[in-house]
């Protein structure tokens, strides 16, 4: 219980592997997070974008219903 288990070695191997060989920088990799967090970003806001596009005519169409009952409450002609 002591001792550290083969598992052990081999994690703290990939981290150091992770960390400072090769072709995997921590840099390179934090710089690809940082891009994929963006990219996710910038689809939310396309979307919800996309959502609002969507909703404007059914609020206009709620904002004209709405001025022609007030009219017929008021008791003008439509």
């Known amino acids: 219980m002591g001792?550290?288990?083969i598992?052990?070695?081999?994690?703290?191997g990939a981290v150091v592997f992770i960390l400072?060989?090769?072709?995997f920088k921590l840099s390179d990799v934090m710089g690809d997070v940082a891009k994929g967090i963006k990219?996710?970003?910038?689809?939310?806001?396309?979307?919800?974008?996309?959502a609002d596009d969507a909703k404007?005519?059914?609020?206009?169409?709620t904002s004209e219903r709405r001025a022609l009952e007030s009219d017929k409450a008021d008791?003008?002609?439509v």
């Open 3 to 5: 001792g550290l288990s």
């Open 7 to 12: 598992w052990h070695w081999i994690i703290v």
């Open 20 to 23: 400072f060989g090769g072709k």
């Open 39 to 50: 990219a996710f970003k910038k689809g939310m806001s396309e979307d919800d974008a996309a």
């Open 56 to 61: 404007k005519p059914l609020e206009g169409q």
């Open 75 to 77: 008791g003008k002609k």
